[in-house]
């Protein structure tokens, strides 16, 4: 394939993380590398962007990419082209689906993709090898949302904008720590709080978090008690008077059935005992609630990722149609999505539920519709495999092909040590990616090697339904392919018509006439239309401006719906849902006494394949922790700053113990970020609960009985080291990415002693070796140097008590050591004693935490601003503010 070189101008494109989807503009620096800024021509982001964001320059080399097809031959991966590695999928596929049937075959994809990719995942399976075992990473994210907006307004629809948050007089965040992980949204709402003090801010989320600093009420309720606290509020709003009769009566159906449920739940007191929370706080909440006509109820996982997800959706949509505050401006739930293009996955019907263009696979009208467009020989004519059962059903020999694209469910699903059986078990897995060893690649008999952000070209859908463009600003690297073509090449060599599209352009509009298709005539109705988008060509779609649907008119996209009170099921109504309270299934006690909540850290992404790139980005966290209260702690008999085994039915990991201050006891949070790359043994997914939600089948990722105990280790250290160092002898590591260095965090049984620390660091005999034992102190540094640069440094210690890493870590951008620094290198800090800055907190300029402190402390600092002022921190990207503020607030406690 030939590509036209890419000019080195401003590209105007979509940050490939989260769901918000801010503008980027990115300019090529001709060297791989480009420079990254917020596009202020963006009305998601109107030129804000967190520091992930601000980051992405630092995760464009092509260092750990893959790029070149492989194929297994005699068990081993060998570099293949595209033509044998191609025909492998095919052969496979059509040798399986013969003899097997088309449920013996599944695609496993991802928010990630773009829509184009999607689109034709989704017809290549669902029209062609007539099967609906598609299924998405979705499942894991947003599909108690969607089954929840399909059981109250008859289509997946999010009806308002990110306007809303700031026109409201309440926001209400529920399971959402959007101050990490819907950053530069919750910087808008920040903004709208400075500006009206009076906005009020709830948090629901047993953990305090982050987003918790700026909340005006946080209410820690009982983890998956968020359907009885909703049944309270709309038992409550009933007894207030706040029904809006006139709304409920022309616009929905239902009311009666779910407050007779919602009734059973009690008072306020009962209410209050059964969630864990203070009876005033609760009271407060429901008052604010009931008063405040202009209130936004955002939710994330800790609402969607539960046995009780969708009911939880249901409950908080109950509130706002009982009071009609859905539609209209500053009103409205609001499901903040995750991935960048987990609505674009539901506009084409990526889940295994679904079909294209918001039309239903249970409706057989609808399914005749969908094949006779696409002139399909078949259409699935039963819901597929949903994640948790298509792995199972993997490792039952059900399904004995599975193509994985763009996701790791090695790390990510529940039981994830289910998926490596499952994976180890299947006779073909072809996996996409960008990255050559993510932790799916060594199950894999083919590697496809994909375009990765900044190459590829095609649409994401945002939270606010808004869609935008991501735009290629660098040449392709490799043989590196897009994910819709490695898709198309594979139907075409299955014999499947209707696969030869001439641009991502051309795929976009099939999908824009999709949307359009029968959408006027009855029992086709629904919200998603693109109609001025059909006929997009290649010159209109690379210039298309972000926009939002439904789009009728050639203009304009509709910020809101739903606000006339016409809804997408066949009566034009809504839906209350009865919701009846289930706390998760697999309850704590015994063997297991701890609940595992699980969720993400400010500055990593996901699995890390590509934030773990950045040096900017480690510094927030460099170690897996688990955070619990010190009590449950002594409890355990673990201590801060030790090693711990955390263990469940399912599976077992090693983290830090750490204790945040936020976690409520008989909890404990562990990130999900570390990998079977990066760590030794810390893949929190292998210990996850596999309960899923009955209606969405999401899994219960925030609640897995689990037990905390020690792991006992003979000593503590860490590694700094230019190059990957394999580490199998040491009982626990985790490796972290650093300017110039890999830094690994160690725990050891097997005794550290000067032979070891050579064999750890690759030192021969004549290496320049400088070494510093205390036997009876059981201490041990060490450091390898080569042509006078140093190469590698290992400090072990009986104790964790060892030097912090920064000044080592500065030593590696040195081309030579100095004498100096050569003779008090083992000690670990500067010849002239500077303060150790500590862990990072503002990652764009890099202050840490103690010269924030000291900060406060010497300059009696009293707010972020001045903080800003004085150490630039927080004066970018926003995203330490949070932290900041908490940090002035410990400041303000410890005087007090
Ligand atoms: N930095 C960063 N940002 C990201 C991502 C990332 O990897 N890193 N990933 C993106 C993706 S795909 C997603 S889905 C979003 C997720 O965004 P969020 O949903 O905001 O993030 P989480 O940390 O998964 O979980 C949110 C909160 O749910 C709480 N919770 C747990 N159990 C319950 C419960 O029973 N009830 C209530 N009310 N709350 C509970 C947890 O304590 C946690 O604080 O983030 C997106 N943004
Ligand atoms: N315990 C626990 N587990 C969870 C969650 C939780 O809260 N707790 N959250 C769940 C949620 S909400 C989500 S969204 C998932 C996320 O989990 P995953 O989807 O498994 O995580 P990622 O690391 O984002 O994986 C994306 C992969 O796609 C690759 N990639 C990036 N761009 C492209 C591309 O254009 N094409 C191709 N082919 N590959 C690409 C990346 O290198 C990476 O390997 O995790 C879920 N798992
Ligand atoms: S908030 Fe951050 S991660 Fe999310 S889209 Fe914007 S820049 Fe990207
Ligand atoms: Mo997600």
Not at 34 to 61: F, N, P, Q, Y
Not at 327 to 341: I, K, V, W
Not at 861 to 890: F, H
Request: charged share 25%; glycine share 10%.
């Amino acid at each position: 394939m030939s590509h036209m070189p890419i000019p080195l101008q401003e590209v105007r494109t979509t940050c490939p993380y989260c769901g918000v989807g801010c503008g980027v503009k990115a300019t090529p620096l001709g060297d791989g590398g480009a420079l990254i800024e917020g596009d202020a021509g963006h009305a998601a982001s109107r030129g804000r962007l967190c520091v992930k964001g601000s980051a992405l320059g630092e995760t464009l080399g092509l260092d750990g990419r893959l790029l070149h097809p492989a194929v297994r031959r005699d068990g081993a991966m060998a570099r293949a082209g595209w033509e044998e590695a191609l025909d492998t999928v095919a052969d496979g596929f059509r040798r399986i689906i013969a003899e097997h049937g088309p449920d013996a075959v599944a695609l496993y994809v991802s928010g990630q993709i773009l829509t184009e990719d999607y689109y034709v995942a989704n017809k290549f399976m669902k029209g062609y090898v007539g099967s609906a075992n598609i299924d998405t990473n979705s499942r894991l994210c947003m599909s108690s949302a969607v089954a929840g907006h399909k059981r109250a307004f008859g289509e997946d629809v999010v009806p308002g904008c990110y306007e809303d948050f700031e026109l409201a007089d309440a926001i209400v965040l529920v399971g959402s720590n959007a101050a990490w992980c819907h950053p530069t949204l919750f910087q808008r709402i920040v903004k709208a709080k400075e500006a009206r003090p009076e906005l009020q801010i709830v948090v629901l989320d047993p953990r305090r978090t982050a987003t918790c600093e700026l909340a005006d009420l946080h209410l820690p309720l009982k983890p998956g008690s968020d359907v009885r606290l909703f049944n309270g509020l709309l038992t409550y709003l009933v007894g207030e008077g706040a029904v809006d009769h006139a709304f409920v009566a022309a616009h929905t159906s239902g009311m009666e059935a779910a407050l007779d449920e919602a009734r059973l739940g009690g008072d306020v007191e009962e209410v209050a005992r059964a969630c864990g929370v203070d009876p005033a706080q609760l009271r407060a909440f429901y008052e604010l609630f009931a008063r405040t006509e202009k209130v936004v109820t955002a939710f994330s996982m800790g609402v969607n990722q539960s046995s009780s997800g969708t009911d939880k959706v249901n409950g908080i949509i109950n509130c706002h149609l009982l009071t009609g505050r859905i539609g209209r401006p500053g009103m409205g739930p609001f499901s903040l999505t995750g991935q960048p293009n987990a609505m674009g996955g539901r506009e084409v019907g990526g889940l295994a539920n679904m079909l294209a263009a918001h039309l239903d696979l249970d409706n057989a009208g609808h399914r005749e519709a969908v094949r006779s467009f696409w002139g399909a020989p078949r259409i699935a004519d039963k819901p597929g495999l949903k994640a948790v059962d298509l792995f199972r059903a993997v490792e039952a020999g059900k399904v004995k092909a599975v193509w994985i694209m763009a996701t790791n469910p090695v790390v990510s699903m529940p039981d994830a040590d289910q998926v490596r059986r499952a994976l180890a078990a299947c006779e073909l897995v072809v996996v996409s990616d960008v990255v050559a060893n993510t932790d799916v690649a060594p199950y894999a008999h083919v590697l496809l090697p994909a375009l990765a952000w900044g190459e590829k070209d095609g649409t994401v859908t945002n939270s606010e339904r808004c869609i935008s463009r991501q735009r290629a600003f660098l040449p392709a690297p490799g043989e590196a392919r897009a994910d819709w073509q490695a898709l198309c090449d594979v139907a075409r060599r299955m014999g499947f018509a209707g696969f030869d599209y001439d641009g991502a352009h051309a795929i976009f509009d099939e999908h824009a006439r999709l949307s359009t298709w029968k959408n006027d005539e009855d029992g086709y109705r629904r919200a998603f239309r693109l109609d001025p988008l059909v006929g997009i060509d290649r010159a209109a779609y690379d210039a298309l401006e972000p926009v939002q649907w439904p789009l009728r008119a050639p203009t304009d996209g509709a910020a809101r719906l739903f606000g006339d009170g016409r809804f997408s099921h066949p009566d034009g109504k809504a839906r209350f849902v009865a919701t009846a309270p289930r706390l998760p299934v697999h309850a704590t006690g015994g063997e297991y006494p701890l609940a595992l909540n699980t969720g993400r850290l400010r500055d990593q992404w996901h699995t890390m394949t590509r934030t773990g790139k950045s040096p900017r980005l480690a510094g927030h966290a460099a170690e897996p922790f688990v955070d619990l209260h010190p009590h449950d702690a002594l409890l355990a008999g673990v201590r801060e700053g030790e090693l711990a085994r955390v263990s469940s039915q399912w599976g077992a990991m090693v983290a830090r113990v750490a204790h945040g201050g936020g976690i409520a006891r008989g909890a404990v949070f562990v990130p999900i970020h570390w990998n079977g790359h990066n760590a030794s043994d810390a893949r929190v997914g292998a210990l996850v609960n596999p309960e899923v939600d009955p209606v969405s089948g999401e899994p219960e990722f925030k609640h897995t009985p689990v037990r905390v105990e020690p792991f006992g280790v003979a000593w503590h250290g860490f590694i700094l080291s230019r190059t990957e160092l394999n580490l199998e002898r040491v009982a626990h590591w985790t490796r972290v990415r650093g300017s110039g260095f890999l830094r690994y965090e160690l725990g050891g049984r097997e005794p550290v002693s000067p032979a070891m620390a050579r064999a750890l660091l690759g030192a021969d005999e004549d290496a320049d070796w400088i070494e510093y034992e205390d036997k009876s102190e059981g201490m041990l540094r060490a450091a390898l140097v080569v042509d006078g640069r140093l190469e590698a440094c290992l400090f072990a210690s009986r104790r964790p008590d060892l030097p912090a890493r920064a000044w080592l870590g500065g030593l590696f951008a040195q081309a030579e050591l100095s004498a100096r620094e050569r003779a008090t290198l083992l000690a670990g800090r500067a010849p002239t004693l500077g303060p150790d800055p500590g862990p990072t907190v503002c990652s764009c300029f890099g202050v840490g935490r103690n010269t924030i402190c000291t900060a406060i402390d010497k300059q009696g600092l009293t707010t972020p601003a001045e903080v800003t002022a004085c150490l630039r921190a927080g004066g970018n990207c926003g995203s330490c503010l949070p932290e900041i503020r908490s940090l002035l607030q410990e400041a303000r406690s410890a005087v007090a």
